[in-house]
Nanobody
């Protein structure tokens, strides 16, 4: 089992920045990829970014246009999502997730085995 705890959400004005953190515990040696997803009210959960736990390969959704950066600190078993130039449409609950399989797509919600409780990000105009 892997436990994930997100933190760092909050309310900011458009153009502002936030850094989300996701601390993993338990059988972290089973983690292959860590991902960030988000879900806005009335919408499906969508992929934001991911990082391979050991190799450090990073994956982003194109529409972020370089505003978001994912990183990891393996010594702390923590993954970060730095979000800059935030827009009102970035408002959502942000979830951290862990994938233990090496052959599932990083882009799909269904590929991930463990999820955090989510942290709210609200961007006002």
């Amino acid at each position: 089992q892997v436990q994930l705890v997100e933190s760092g959400g909050g309310s900011v004005q458009a153009g502002g920045s936030l850094r989300l953190s996701c601390a993993a515990s338990g059988r972290t040696s089973n983690i292959y990829t860590m991902g960030w997803f988000r879900q806005a009210p009335g919408k499906e959960r969508e992929f934001v970014a991911a990082i391979d736990w050991s190799a450090g390969n990073k994956y982003y959704v194109d529409i972020m246009n370089g505003r978001f950066t994912i990183s990891r600190d393996n010594t702390k078993n923590t993954v970060y999502l730095q979000m800059n130039s935030l827009k009102p449409e970035d408002t959502a609950v942000y979830y951290c997730a862990a994938k233990t399989s090496t052959d599932r797509s990083v882009w799909l919600v269904s590929s991930y085995d463990y999820w955090g409780q989510g942290t709210q990000v609200t961007v006002s105009s």
